[in-house]
DNA sequence: CGCTTCTTTGAGTGCACTCAAATTGAGTGG
DNA sequence: CCACTCAATTTGAGTGCACTCAAAGAAGCG
């Protein structure tokens, strides 16, 4: 929080608010602004054909995103009530010229972003089920972590999270059950998990069986 | 191609050059330079845990990458043998400051990676294997067209379809046989394909049905 | 020409899907 | 505060697609 201020903050800029649900801006349209996230969670989609709907990308509280110079390449969403701050791209542009420094702050937001859909894009392909739920479990407790070691709060609907999996919901249900009845998560009310070990590091989630994961305890 | 990145050329700039198959830059290296790809095809990937390859993006001559100011998000390698234009990071940095147009050039490379790879998820997701490879061959017709309407060659490996496309290359291969046969698409030679019809524009591939997309075919 | 690498083909299976319905939860007005 | 309604989520049953394992065939390269 007190680290949202940044160079960019010479920039026009203006704070908004999005009700839950509502769109923030749309595929195709025309980009005039950039957003810092400072509270909530929004969703970058694109939206496929017979009303697919893929998530690219969750964002958190100090996020950038709406980085773009031409035509919005994928939509934003409020997946909560959300606290932006609007900069408008013509100023960040001419701030540009006055210290390296904005650009690469806008770099650095782009390059954050497309790191994180690569290996989202990875995860997809190439993980199981059970193992894909337990990778954004694990990433939203590293990214959001609760008050106590390994809760994790899940924002968004079950929808969503399938949606950013790339699976159905039913099979998402089916998953998190299992993982409920083997113990390997346990449950504080719907949106609230309990992870069985704290925050694993993210590159053993992709090589090792959740079985050789629970017995590296 | 000369005109997407001709305010970029007051950076310092080297020509340089890659044997097939040659690592450009490896995920997790420091970002020194940006490139621009004059000619060949150059693919972006991360390597997963148990040697599984994604690879998120096929380059081609014009398309600017490297475009990250800490580290590497995904690996560069040659997919033949290509020509490219090497600038280095600072300079692109400090001529940023003298015109907005450098950086809206950076931006919009980034930007058009992202978009690409945010749909190419979104497919990966929601189609079926010879969608996926029909999506494919259409994408790279118009990205690359032949000098016949329909023709499509593919520069890369069967193997890296597979990796873009996340299928393993036994059910690429199916795939294409079963395309042959159904008279969808004609082999001239084994990297050589002719698609029923002339390419479709890129954006109803996105955009529409699939029903709409491949009945339009 | 012999070697390696790439690609194709075959056989069989499991996982995540579709279709369908029950159940829970959230929001609204009496 | 409690019905009522509509949406969100869970559960059930059954099936097809893309996978793994295995091996033959074709193509590139020294």
């Known amino acids: 929080m007190t680290k949202l201020t940044s160079v960019l903050d010479g ?7 999005y009700r839950k649900g509502r769109l923030i801006y749309d595929e195709g349209e025309a980009s005039k602004a950039v957003y810092r996230l400072d509270k909530g969670c929004v969703r970058l989609q694109v939206n496929g054909a017979e009303g697919d709907r893929q998530i690219v990308a969750f964002l958190f509280p100090g996020d950038l995103f709406g980085l773009c110079v031409d035509r919005r390449n994928s939509s934003a969403e409020a ?3 959300v606290d932006l701050t609007r900069y408008t791209l013509q100023s960040l542009l001419d701030l540009s010229t006055r ?6 702050q806008l770099m650095r937001g782009a390059e954050t972003l497309y790191g994180e859909l690569a290996h989202h894009v990875e995860q997809i392909a190439h993980l199981s089920a059970p193992e894909r739920v337990l990778w954004f479990l694990h990433w939203l407790g590293a990214r959001e972590p609760g008050r106590s070691g390994g809760t994790v709060r899940l ?4 929808r969503d999270v399938a949606d950013y999996l790339g699976l159905t919901q039913e099979t998402l249900s089916r998953v998190i059950r299992q ?8 449950a504080r009310g719907p949106r609230m998990i309990v992870l069985r070990r704290p925050t694993v590091p993210l590159h053993q989630l992709g090589s090792d069986t959740p079985e050789a994961a629970l017995s590296a305890l």
């Open 79 to 81: 997946v909560t009530d």
């Open 11 to 17: 920039a026009a800029r203006w704070p908004v608010h």
């Open 179 to 186: 993982l409920l009845t083997s113990g390997e998560v346990e």
């Open 155 to 158: 924002p968004m609907s079950r």
């Open 99 to 104: 210290s390296p420094e904005v650009t690469i």
